[in-house]
């Protein structure tokens, strides 16, 4: 064992403060990671808060990180002493499973272990995650990082990246198709621009009619205001692809009317009261509701490589450890733009 430093909360209603810990030395397949930069995402928030239940204490939060390879087990093959790479949101599965063997780790069977707030087999306790100094992964569960991209930006790829390109590129997302991405926050503004690399003209949905330039600028072809019935009409019937990344409670049906026979809406975000739907909405064009969680370690891979051939990051504020708590409110108020990331260096 080594004696590690990060950021916990020790219930739901305590802040974010200084904890130190034990991560398990590294075994035959393991990788040792400093940790220099970690995403701070959304579901960090619901987790730190108890806001969808079953949050282990102390909750170290992060599933975003890139660092340097410190060290490596006797029988680890793909990484180096001195590497960069990466952890998303898993550290492992049972690889025995129908989904595991598929490369859909993210749909264990057995129930994949998550970063944070999961059973740690190695320690008999509960995986600790990101806001910390370093981490200890199967090599299986690591991601190399490519070259020439800040890694700093890097760093929220590992959520916001996979989980949105994993349904565009399920839904086979490309020339010729028009595309609803549906927000504009930290995943909305990654599918804006993984939508555009893939080739697709974009339509961003927003409430915020501030956010046009940006929304432009990130490679949306048109912005419509959801607030404006008028605007919302004019787009009926007309969408081969929707991906909606709302978290908040919204009207999931006015999005739905807006595709095409035999369109999808494919919902990421995940907001904590149920949504109304009327069946109807989806038998008189037979469309397709659905849902995507991330992607599995190949898929995460091919993204991290499809970004670095398009020159694709998340836009980012850097933020130092001890300014977390004051981010967790910023967020909540959409005053970010798009992702806080933590430098680990200020820890």
Known sequence: ?????????????????????????????????????CGVCHSDLHR?????????????????MVGRVTAVG??????KVGDIAGVGVMVDSCRQCANCRDGLEQFCDNGNTETYNSYD???????????????VVDEHFVLRIPEGLDPAAVAPLLC????????LRRWKVGPGQKVGIVGLG???????KIAKALGAHVVLFTTSSGKAKDAERLGAAEVVLSTDSNAMAQQANSFDF???TISARHDVAAYLELLRRDGTL?????????????????????????????????????MLDFCAKHNIVSDVELISIDQVNEAFERMLRSDVKYRFVIDMKTR
């Not at 006797?74 to 990484?79: G, Q, R």
């Not at 916001?160 to 349904?167: E, F, H, K, L, Q």
């Open 266 to 302: 494919t919902q990421v975000g995940v907001p904590v009261e149920p949504q109304p739907i009327h069946a109807g909405t989806l038998v008189g064009k037979r469309r397709n509701y659905a849902g995507s969680a991330i992607g599995g370690i190949a898929e995460t891979q091919e």
């Open 160 to 167: 916001a990246g996979i989980t949105t390109y994993s349904p």
């Open 48 to 64: 730190v808060r108890n806001e969808w239940g079953g949050t282990i204490y102390p909750c170290v939060p992060g599933h975003e």
């Open 242 to 244: 929707i991906l909606d």
């Open 74 to 79: 006797t029988e680890v093959t793909k990484y």
């Open 121 to 135: 087999k190695h320690t008999g306790g509960h995986t600790l995650g990101g806001y910390s100094s370093h981490i």
């Open 1 to 37: 064992m080594f004696h590690c430093y990060g950021y916990a909360a020790t219930s739901s209603d305590t802040p974010l403060a200084p904890f130190s810990f034990e991560r398990r030395d590294p075994g035959p397949k393991d990788v040792q990671i400093e940790i220099l930069y």
């Open 186 to 192: 930290g995943l909305g503004h990654m599918g804006v």
